[in-house]
Every structure is written in structure tokens, then in C-alpha cells.
């Protein structure tokens, strides 16, 4: 036998059982996406790599260490996304959608991204993002919604053990401030730090703070807190968003540290975590923020905007571990077992009437014995099932048994459809 080819590591294939779950989920958000009026937009799965350089930040990690960047037969830089937020604006630049006459536009999106990090529980290379991005306002209230959104989606699927963490990123002028303050900090003693810190001291010194290899160096703790460097704007924009989420009831602990990984943010930054026993080193579900600017910087004109994605397979890990069991129902509703070859060819046509009446229907198709028919009809935990031998065939009557109370009811084969729609 040849050898078995494996997929590739950081990847995983979703059968059938746990693919019921990522339909419930997929449902729900699809369902509040309409509550909430976020429209759908699909954009490609890759982009010139120089969309993320500019969107995500050159400086990133994302960027630096976990594009999947290839070259195409004509020579064009590509990259897989690994997030959605740069494509979505992107395509808000390219389409013109700031000239739409209802700002914000709210869009959503839903599909696979990639990155290439070291895989563990709940990371791994090709993951699916919900996202939503609010673009064309910068009223605390969009923000709140936004994560209001977030919110609603884990409890909809009846997670409970959720964390939300905020902080605020200030406008420019506060984070210019918060720069020069933090390069006089770690400047003096740089030389002790790892060399992407070096690089990111004059670059970008927020992320100094995000480090995992320097993150018990003493002068962490003491670094200048962006908190002390909001200028009056920067804070009355994020007491209002605190204040619209109290008025929704929304618990929220501010934690100054949360910086977030993208270079993109400012103003309000929001992490949704899961404080569920059991879970690993990661227990990040959700994240997002505001991005003033990015639109100018990929070319369109003053439309300040805020979202957030989170990965379906930390959501579904979440679920696991909080014990909370989704996509169960079963939706056959009826098994039709043929009694013997002869009586197959009905089996076969009836299945197919009750298709045609929007009713699940299913068969043998390995010419099993009627009791081992019956045993499928079991584990697929069939509503129904009805047996056809040679004495219905003869008097067009047959007994629909209603696999839960063991009822059966004699009908024709016409009334068949009708009685199950009925007995919905
Ligand atoms: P992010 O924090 O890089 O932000 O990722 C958001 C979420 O994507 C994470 O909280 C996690 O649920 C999921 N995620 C990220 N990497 C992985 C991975 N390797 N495996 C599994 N799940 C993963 C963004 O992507 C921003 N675009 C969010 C945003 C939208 N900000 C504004 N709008």
C-alpha cells in the first residue's frame, strides 16, 4: 500500500458530528448578524502581501513571522489573510462604500484564515474568523454595539464563564506621547531585552510590553502606562463607551496592559476571554478594537471604524470545556426499510416523495437485513420509520412508527408526507 499522506500539521478536518456543531453556531451568528444588521461580505482568501505590510503593520507579528506569502507565476507577492480586517476595508476603499448614504456600514464575514504559528490547543494554522467591522462612525455607541455583538454571540450559544477586558489605546496625539515616554524608559537598558524588542524600541514601543520573552523584566512593570497619557479626548471618548455598556448591563474589567497584537488600533480595545476550568494557555476567544486611520492609510478618505473576530474553534473549545453540549438533534426523520430486494424499487420512490415534501428521508443501500436496517434507523435516531414487505405493497397501506413513543399509525402511501408534516 502506498504511503498515507497527512494533513498538513496546524490543520484539522471537521466530520460530520462536529460539522453539526459549526452549523448551530453559524445559524446563531448568521440570525444576530440580521438582528443586529450586519451584511455579509466575502472577500478573497489571498491579497497582495503589501496590503497586510500596510493594514496589519510591518512591525507585527503576524506580519513579521506568520504570513503564509507565496509568489504567483506572474511574479505578484500574494499572502493567504491571515485576518480579515485589512481585505474588509480594502474592499470598503475599492468600492466606494464611504459613499454610501448610511454610514456606518456594517459589514460581517466568515471564513478560514491563516497563519503560521506554533500549533496547540485552540491555535492552529488554518483557523475560521466571524468578524464585524463598523466603518464610518466614531460614536462610543458603535463601539459598545460592537461588542455587545461579541458578547451575544457566546451567549447564544450558551457559553457563561466570559471575561470582557477593555482598555483604550488614546488617538494619535495621547499615543505620541505614551511613545516618547516609554522609549525614555527602556532606551537606557534596552541592550537587556531580546532583539525584536530592540527593533521594536524605536518602531513601535507599545509592543515592548506584549512581549513573551522579556515580559518579567523588572522595568515591564514599571514602564509609563498608556492610561496616564490619554489627553482629554481620548478619555471622554471611552468613558463614553463605558457608559453605553453599563446602560446595556455589559460587565467589563479595564485592564491598561491590552495592547493587542495589530498596529492598527486605537482608541477602544476590547479582549473577550473564557475563564472556564481546563482550558489551555490561551484562553483569548474574541478580540477587536477601534482603527481610526486605517482607511486613510489604505487610501480612502476619513472614515474612522471598529470590529472584532473571533476563531469558531475557540468558541466550539469554549463549549467543550464549559460542558455545553450543541448540534445533538438529529433531523432524520424518517429511515424507509425495505423488507427484501423486491420491495426495494418502492423504498426507493418513497424516499424520494418525501424529499420532494421537504422531509428528511433516508435507506439501506448495502442490501442489509431488515433488522439491521432498523439498528441504523436507531443510531440515526430517526423520527420515524416505516417497513415496506410484500403486504404493503399489496395493500397500499403502511404503519408509520414513531420511533420515540413506539406509536404507528396505518396510512396510505399518499397520506404518508401529510401525516408527518402534521405530527410536527
Ligand atoms: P486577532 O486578535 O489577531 O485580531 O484575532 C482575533 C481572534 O481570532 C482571536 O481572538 C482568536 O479567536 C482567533 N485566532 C487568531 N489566531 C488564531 C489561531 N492561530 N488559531 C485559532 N484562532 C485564532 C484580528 O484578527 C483582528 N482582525 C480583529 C479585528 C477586527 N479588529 C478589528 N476588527
Known amino acids: 500500500m502506498a504511503n498515507n499522506i497527512q494533513l498538513p500539521r496546524g490543520t484539522y ?4 458530528e462536529q460539522s453539526a456543531k ?3 453556531v453559524e445559524q446563531k451568528i448568521n440570525e444576530l448578524c440580521r438582528l443586529y444588521q450586519y451584511k455579509e461580505i466575502r472577500t478573497p482568501i489571498f491579497e497582495h502581501t503589501e ?7 510591518d512591525t507585527t507579528d503576524i506580519v513579521q513571522k506568520e504570513m503564509y506569502t507565496f509568489q504567483d507565476r506572474g511574479d505578484r507577492s500574494l499572502t493567504l489573510r491571515p485576518e480579515g480586517t485589512a481585505s474588509v476595508v480594502r474592499a470598503y476603499v475599492e468600492n466606494k462604500l464611504f459613499g454610501l448614504p448610511d454610514q456606518p456600514v456594517k459589514l460581517s464575514y466568515m471564513g478560514p484564515m491563516f497563519r503560521y504559528e506554533r500549533p496547540q490547543a485552540g491555535r492552529t494554522r488554518q483557523f475560521v474568523q466571524f468578524g464585524v467591522e463598523a466603518i464610518g462612525s466614531k460614536d462610543p455607541a458603535i463601539d459598545a ?3 455587545s455583538l461579541a458578547m451575544e454571540v457566546y451567549r447564544s450559544v450558551g457559553l457563561k464563564q466570559l471575561r470582557l477586558v477593555i482598555n483604550s489605546l488614546g488617538d494619535t496625539e495621547s499615543r505620541i506621547s505614551h511613545k516618547e515616554a516609554l522609549i525614555k524608559h527602556f532606551e537606557p537598558r534596552i541592550d537587556e531585552f531580546c532583539g525584536d524588542c530592540q527593533s521594536r524600541l524605536t518602531k513601535n514601543p507599545l509592543r515592548i510590553l506584549d512581549c513573551k520573552v522579556d515580559r518579567n523584566h523588572e522595568l515591564m512593570a514599571t514602564a509609563p502606562s498608556l492610561a496616564d497619557y490619554l489627553n482629554d479626548e481620548s478619555r471622554v471618548y471611552f468613558d463614553g463607551v463605558k457608559s453605553y455598556l453599563e446602560a446595556l448591563g455589559i460587565d467589563y474589567v479595564v485592564d491598561p496592559n491590552l495592547v493587542r497584537g495589530l498596529d492598527y488600533y486605537n482608541h477602544t480595545a476590547f479582549e473577550i476571554m473564557s475563564d472556564a476550568e481546563g482550558f489551555g494557555a490561551i484562553t483569548t476567544l474574541c478580540g477587536g478594537g477601534r482603527y481610526n486611520g486605517l482607511v486613510e492609510d489604505l487610501g480612502g478618505p476619513e472614515s474612522p471604524g471598529i470590529g472584532f473576530a473571533m476563531s469558531i474553534e475557540r468558541l466550539l473549545l469554549a463549549l467543550e470545556m464549559e460542558g455545553v453540549e450543541i448540534g445533538q ?3 432524520l426523520e424518517v429511515y424507509v426499510v425495505a423488507m427484501d430486494e423486491s420491495t426495494k424499487n418502492k423504498a426507493f420512490t418513497v424516499v424520494r416523495d418525501l424529499r420532494m415534501n421537504g422531509i428528511s428521508a433516508d435507506m439501506d443501500f448495502n442490501g442489509r437485513k431488515v433488522k439491521a436496517q432498523m439498528k441504523s434507523a436507531d443510531r440515526k435516531k430517526s423520527a420515524y420509520v ?6 404493503e405493497l399489496e395493500s397500499g397501506k403502511v404503519a408509520l412508527k414513531s420511533m420515540a413513543t413506539g406509536e404507528q399509525q396505518e396510512l396510505e402511501f399518499e397520506e404518508l408526507a401529510q401525516a408527518i408534516l402534521e405530527n410536527r
Open 13 to 16: 478536518d471537521v466530520l460530520p
Open 22 to 24: 459549526w452549523q448551530e
Open 51 to 57: 496590503l497586510f505590510q500596510r493594514g496589519v503593520g
Open 145 to 147: 454595539e460592537v461588542i
Open 329 to 331: 438533534a438529529s433531523d
Open 386 to 391: 416505516i417497513v415496506i414487505g410484500e403486504t
